[in-house]
């Protein structure tokens, strides 16, 4: 590929392992590497991913809308042979954007699609599972607060119009408006009822960022308990 692009920009983004390698405990472990060329705007338009060996696991390419916003990716293994796509919608005029995901046969696999309030902040997040023959197999809604911070999720299987179960959420925020903590509370329908799952214990997250100067985030560090 690099005669193919031999006149197209190309970044290089290296993965490394959180643990140092074994024979050089001074520098972490490769992981993988990926091969980004770039249009005239910067925007990546093929993604070549190798394994620590050099060898080359996959590759995807990336189109784009006149507007400049991502409109199909798809996604190959090293043989050429298709992946997965996932093609985004965006409707300006009720501020949703829709992705379809599909398999290597075409068939509809997910479905995410995304409200987002005037001030650009999430409001809704629907995903929908399908099984083989594109019937709905499970679907998950959440919603968000005005900061753009989970409120509660809904579970629901197949063709229910009623939640299984539900997940509240508690969140503190910082100076910024990004959470620094999370409380999770599971409720499950009890004959009509919401009530909290006694088999299943709240479950919490705390979150330190630091800042650095005229950025928004340096770096988060997360940790759950129960």
Not at 30 to 42: A, G, I, P, Q, T
Not at 87 to 93: C, I
Not at 120 to 149: A, M, P
Not at 155 to 163: G, I, N, R, T, V
């Amino acid at each position: 590929f690099c005669k193919e692009f031999k006149k197209k920009d190309i970044t290089i983004t290296y993965v490394y392992s959180t643990e140092k390698a074994f024979y050089n405990k001074q520098q972490a472990f490769l992981l993988k590497s990926h091969f980004n060329v770039l249009n005239k705007n910067n925007q990546i338009t093929n993604q070549y991913s190798f394994n620590s060996l050099g060898e080359l696991e996959n590759k995807k390419t990336f189109t784009y809308n006149k507007a400049g916003k991502l409109q199909e990716t798809n996604e190959y293994d090293f043989a050429d042979a298709l992946i997965k796509k996932e093609r985004l919608s965006y409707n300006d005029a009720t501020k949703t954007q829709t992705q379809t995901i599909s398999d290597e046969h075409g068939r509809v696999v997910k479905k995410i699609i995304t409200d987002f309030r005037d001030n650009n902040t999430l409001r809704k997040k629907e995903e929908i599972i399908y099984d083989d023959v594109e019937s709905i197999q499970s679907k998950v809604e959440t919603y968000y607060d005005k900061n753009g911070n989970k409120n509660s999720q809904l579970f629901y299987a197949s063709q229910s119009l009623e939640p299984i179960y539900e997940y509240h959420y508690q969140t503190k925020i910082d100076k910024k408006a990004n959470w620094i903590y999370e409380r999770r509370i599971k409720m499950i329908n009890f004959y009509g009822k919401n009530i909290r799952d006694k088999n299943e214990s709240p479950q919490f997250t705390t979150r330190k960022i630091s800042y650095t100067p005229n950025k928004k985030t340096g770096s988060v560090k997360n940790e759950a308990g129960l």
